[in-house]
C-alpha cells in the first residue's frame, strides 16, 4: 500500500492509547494491566471471554486478568460458565474445604473448560486473604449434558418441604438419566432419539414443578429457610432451561426452529450473574468468565439469521456502564475447530484449525467501523444504554494483550480435547454504544504486545505507513465468532 501524506486522527488515537503487555506468565507482577483500572472503572460486573475453549493462552490471560481484579480492584465472585448447582462444592472446596488434592476428583465429570487454575489460585489467595474470592457457576448443568446435577438438589429439598412431589421428581430424574451425557453434544443425539412421549413427559413434569414452586412458596418457607428454597428453585429452572435448550437445539438442526430460539441458555446464565449479584454484600463486584458469544452485547447472527440474545446483552440492559466485556480472541496462529463425534466422552473431537491471512486493509476497514464482528450499532437516542458522544470519529475501544508462539496442546486426562496453542491473543473491549475517541471517564484503553503486532499494525495500515512483512494476521470472519458446538 503506497504511503498516504493524509493524517488520520484514528490512528493517531491508537498511537496514543497503546500499552504493550509482556508475557502471559500467571505469577508475575501485574502492573502491566493497571490501564484495565481505567477501562473497568466503577463496573459491578465485567466479563472476560475466549473465543474458542481450551485453549491454554486464554486460560493463562484470564487469570491474571481475575488476579488483578481481585487483587488490585476489589473483585470477589468469579462467576464461571459452568453449572449453577455444581458451583457450590467448588466454592467451598476454593474457601478450604476438603483437601488441596481433591480438586481433581470434584472436576472428573465435568468438561475441562478452565476452571481448575482459578480455583487453584483462589484457594491459595483465599487462605491468607482478608477478604476471600468466592466461586459461582451461572451455567445449566452438565454443560447442557444431563439435567442430573440439577435434578438431585431439587429432590433434596422436596424431599424436605414437600414429599407429595417425591413421584414427580423421581420420575424427571429417571427420563432424564436414559439421556444424560457429559456434555450437550453427547447428549443432545440421545435426546433426539427419546419417544416423543417420553420428552413431553419430562417437560411437563418440569414446568409443573416450576409452577408449583412459585405457587406454595409461602408454604415451602415456612418449613425451611430462604435461602434453600432460593438455590432450590434456580436449580430446577436451570434444569427446565437445559430441557428447552434440546427442544432448541433440535429445531435449529432440522431446520424448522424458532429465531434466536437458543437464547433460553443465555438468558439463565444472564439471571444466575444478576441472582449472585443480589445474594452477595452491597458492592459485590463479579469478574464474569465465558465464550465471547455469550458475554458480547449485542446479538449473535450466522450467514444474516438472528441465532441468539446472549448473556452481556441481557446483563447489560439491566447493568448499563456497571457491565464491561472484554472478548479474547486471536489473530493468528491456530484455533480449536470443534466437530460433533458421539464416539468420544463429551461428544466432540477439536481438530486444529489454522487462521486465515487477511487482505491488507482488512484491519482498517473493521476498526474504522468501531464495530466487533457483530454488527454493533449505537441505541437511537432515548434508548436505554445510549451515551451522547461530543466526537463523531470511530473508536473500536479495544484492549489487545500478545501470547508467545506455542505447540500442541493436549488435555492430560481428556486428549480428545487439544489443540495447537495461539500465537497471538487479542482481547477486545465490547462496547457497542461507543462512537468516538472520547475516553469514557478516562475509562478507554488499548493494548497490544509491541508495534508491528494487530492493532499497531492496523494503524499503520489506517496511516499508509504498514510494514513491508506482515507478521501476524487476523481472524477471518466465519471465526468472528465460535460456533461452539459444545454449547449449542
Given at each position: 500500500m503506497?504511503?498516504?501524506s493524509?493524517?488520520?486522527p484514528f490512528?493517531?488515537?491508537l498511537?496514543?492509547?497503546a500499552?504493550?503487555?509482556?508475557?502471559?506468565?500467571?505469577?508475575?507482577?501485574?502492573d502491566?494491566?493497571?490501564?484495565?483500572?481505567?477501562?473497568?472503572?466503577?463496573a459491578?460486573?465485567?466479563?472476560?471471554?475466549?473465543n474458542?475453549?481450551?485453549?491454554?493462552?486464554?486460560?493463562?490471560?484470564r487469570?491474571?486478568?481475575?488476579?488483578?481484579?481481585?487483587?488490585?480492584c476489589?473483585?470477589?465472585?468469579?462467576?464461571?460458565?459452568?453449572?449453577?448447582s455444581?458451583g457450590?462444592?467448588?466454592?467451598a472446596?476454593?474457601?478450604?474445604?476438603?483437601?488441596d488434592?481433591?480438586?481433581a476428583?470434584?472436576?472428573?465429570t465435568?468438561i475441562?473448560?478452565?476452571?481448575?487454575?482459578?480455583?487453584?489460585?483462589m484457594r491459595?489467595y483465599n487462605?491468607?486473604?482478608?477478604?476471600?474470592?468466592?466461586?459461582?457457576g451461572?451455567?445449566?448443568?452438565?454443560?447442557?449434558?444431563s439435567?442430573?446435577?440439577?435434578?438431585?438438589?431439587?429432590?433434596?429439598y422436596?424431599?424436605q418441604?414437600?414429599?407429595?412431589?417425591?413421584?414427580m421428581?423421581q420420575?424427571?430424574?429417571?427420563?432424564?438419566g436414559?439421556?444424560?451425557?457429559?456434555?450437550?453434544a453427547?447428549?443432545?443425539?440421545?435426546?433426539?432419539r427419546?419417544?416423543?412421549?417420553?420428552?413431553?413427559?419430562?417437560?411437563?413434569?418440569?414446568?409443573?414443578?416450576?409452577?408449583?414452586?412459585?405457587a406454595?412458596?409461602l408454604?415451602y418457607?415456612?418449613?425451611?429457610?430462604?435461602?434453600s428454597?432460593?438455590?432450590?428453585?434456580?436449580?430446577?429452572e436451570?434444569?427446565?432451561?437445559?430441557?428447552?435448550?434440546?427442544?432448541?437445539?433440535a429445531?435449529?438442526?432440522?431446520?424448522?426452529g424458532?429465531?434466536?430460539?437458543?437464547?433460553?441458555?443465555?438468558v439463565?446464565?444472564?439471571?444466575?450473574?444478576?441472582?449472585?449479584?443480589?445474594?452477595?454484600?452491597?458492592?459485590?463486584?463479579?469478574?464474569?468468565?465465558a465464550?465471547?458469544?455469550?458475554?458480547?452485547?449485542t446479538?449473535?447472527s450466522?450467514?444474516?439469521?438472528?441465532?441468539?440474545?446472549?448473556?452481556?446483552?441481557?446483563?447489560?440492559?439491566?447493568?448499563?456502564?456497571?457491565?464491561?466485556a472484554?472478548a479474547?480472541?486471536?489473530?493468528?496462529?491456530?484455533?480449536?475447530?470443534?466437530?460433533?463425534?458421539?464416539?468420544?466422552r463429551?461428544?466432540?473431537?477439536?481438530?486444529?484449525?489454522?487462521?486465515?491471512a487477511?487482505?491488507?486493509?482488512?484491519?482498517?476497514?473493521?476498526l474504522?467501523?468501531?464495530?466487533?464482528?457483530?454488527?454493533h450499532?449505537?441505541?437511537?437516542?432515548g434508548a436505554?444504554?445510549?451515551?451522547?458522544?461530543p466526537?463523531?470519529?470511530?473508536?473500536?475501544?479495544?484492549?489487545?494483550?500478545?501470547a508467545r508462539?506455542?505447540?500442541?496442546?493436549?488435555?492430560p486426562?481428556?486428549?480428545?480435547?487439544h489443540?495447537?496453542?495461539?500465537?497471538?491473543?487479542?482481547?477486545?473491549?465490547?462496547?457497542?454504544?461507543?462512537?468516538g475517541?472520547?475516553p469514557?471517564g478516562?475509562?478507554?484503553?488499548t493494548?497490544?504486545?509491541?508495534?508491528?503486532?494487530?492493532i499497531?499494525q492496523?494503524?499503520?495500515?489506517i496511516?499508509?505507513?504498514?510494514?513491508?512483512?506482515?507478521?501476524?494476521n487476523d481472524?477471518?470472519e466465519?471465526?468472528?465468532t465460535?460456533?461452539?458446538?459444545?454449547?449449542?
Open positions: 503506497p504511503a498516504s493524509r493524517r488520520d490512528a493517531d488515537w498511537r496514543g492509547h500499552v504493550p503487555l509482556t508475557h502471559l506468565d500467571p505469577e508475575a507482577p501485574l502491566d494491566l493497571e490501564p484495565l483500572r481505567d477501562l473497568v472503572g466503577e459491578r460486573v465485567v466479563a472476560v471471554g475466549e474458542s475453549h481450551f485453549i491454554t493462552e486464554f486460560s493463562a490471560m487469570l491474571r486478568i481475575l488476579r488483578f481484579l481481585a487483587e488490585r476489589g473483585f470477589t465472585v468469579l462467576a464461571f460458565e459452568y453449572g449453577f455444581e457450590f462444592p467448588l466454592d472446596w476454593a474457601q478450604g474445604e476438603g483437601a488434592d481433591e480438586l476428583a470434584r472436576l472428573s465435568a475441562p473448560v478452565g476452571v481448575d487454575e482459578p480455583l487453584r489460585w491459595g487462605a491468607v486473604a482478608a477478604e476471600p474470592v468466592r466461586f459461582a451461572i451455567g445449566i448443568p452438565a454443560a447442557g449434558g439435567l442430573l446435577p440439577a435434578l438431585a438438589p431439587v429432590a433434596n422436596l424431599r418441604v414437600d414429599p407429595e412431589t417425591l413421584p421428581i420420575e424427571a430424574i429417571r427420563i432424564a436414559s439421556f444424560a451425557g457429559a456434555s450437550a453427547s447428549a443432545a443425539p440421545a435426546w433426539t427419546l419417544a416423543a412421549a417420553a420428552q413431553d413427559a419430562l417437560s411437563a413434569i418440569l414446568m409443573r414443578l416450576l409452577m408449583r414452586f412459585r406454595v412458596e408454604l418457607l415456612s418449613r425451611a429457610d430462604r435461602p428454597y432460593d438455590i432450590a428453585l434456580r436449580c430446577l436451570a434444569a427446565c432451561s437445559a430441557d428447552y435448550g434440546f427442544r432448541a437445539m429445531g435449529l438442526y432440522a431446520g424448522t424458532l429465531t434466536a430460539d437458543t437464547s433460553a441458555r443465555d439463565f446464565m444472564a439471571e444466575s450473574v444478576l441472582w449472585h449479584l443480589e445474594r452477595h454484600r452491597p458492592g459485590t463486584r463479579i469478574v464474569l468468565a465464550h465471547n458469544a455469550h458475554i458480547q452485547k446479538p449473535v450466522f450467514n444474516g439469521q438472528l441465532t441468539g440474545l446472549p448473556l452481556g446483552q441481557h446483563v447489560h440492559n439491566c447493568l448499563g456502564d456497571d457491565y464491561v472484554l479474547l480472541t486471536s489473530p493468528a496462529g491456530y484455533t480449536a475447530d470443534m466437530r460433533p463425534d458421539e464416539d468420544t463429551f461428544g466432540l473431537r477439536h481438530r486444529e484449525h489454522r487462521v486465515a487477511t487482505r491488507a486493509g482488512q484491519h482498517r476497514g473493521r474504522r467501523r468501531g464495530r466487533t464482528r457483530a454488527q450499532r449505537r441505541p437511537p437516542p436505554r444504554g445510549h451515551r451522547p458522544r466526537h463523531p470519529d470511530p473508536d473500536p475501544e479495544r484492549l489487545r494483550a500478545h508462539p506455542g505447540g500442541v496442546r493436549r488435555h486426562q481428556h486428549p480428545d480435547l489443540c495447537r496453542r495461539h500465537r497471538n491473543l487479542t482481547a477486545t473491549h465490547h462496547d457497542p454504544t461507543s462512537a475517541p472520547v469514557r478516562q475509562r478507554d484503553a493494548h497490544t504486545s509491541r508495534p508491528g503486532t494487530p499497531v492496523a494503524a499503520q495500515e496511516a499508509g505507513t504498514e510494514p513491508a512483512e506482515r507478521r501476524v481472524m477471518p466465519s471465526q468472528a465460535d460456533c461452539k458446538e459444545s454449547d449449542r
